[in-house]
């Protein structure tokens, strides 16, 4: 597996982090780069998705407006930035990616980094 996520840490609530997920050239291009997350006791759920050309890009219905996913292909990096943070975000946030078109499921994606944890305080 060559992605390596980072950036996680503890935050307070209505703060920012910026995740990144750095691959290696074979595995970047021209995948689908997406973040996922799972909080304990919970399923991983899809988090946001983003296209090669970083055109197109696809968001969970809870953190649209708040987390922007972007990626430069120069430096093989996608990265998501997360604003007005809640508690409800504390995970542990991990990448993935897929060729072919957008998938929002776990299952969608076969290459997967290891997790960067983030905690959100109230």
């Known amino acids: 597996v060559q992605l390596q996520a980072s950036g996680g840490g503890l935050v307070q609530a209505g703060g920012s982090l910026r995740l990144s997920c750095a691959a290696s050239a074979r595995t970047f291009s021209p995948y689908v780069m997406a973040w996922f997350r799972q909080a304990p006791g919970q399923e991983r759920e899809f988090v946001a998705a983003?296209?090669?050309?970083?055109?197109?890009?696809s968001y969970a219905d809870s953190v649209k407006g708040r987390f922007t996913i972007s990626r430069d292909n120069t430096k093989n990096t996608v990265y998501l930035q997360m604003n007005s943070l809640k508690p409800e975000d504390t995970a542990v946030y991990s990448c993935?990616?897929?060729?072919?078109?957008?998938?929002?499921?776990?299952?969608?994606?076969?290459?997967w980094g290891q997790g960067t944890q983030v905690t959100v305080s109230s």
């Open positions: 993935a990616a897929r060729g072919g078109g957008f998938g929002t499921s776990v299952n969608d994606y076969r290459l």
């Open positions: 983003i296209n090669w050309g970083g055109i197109s890009t």
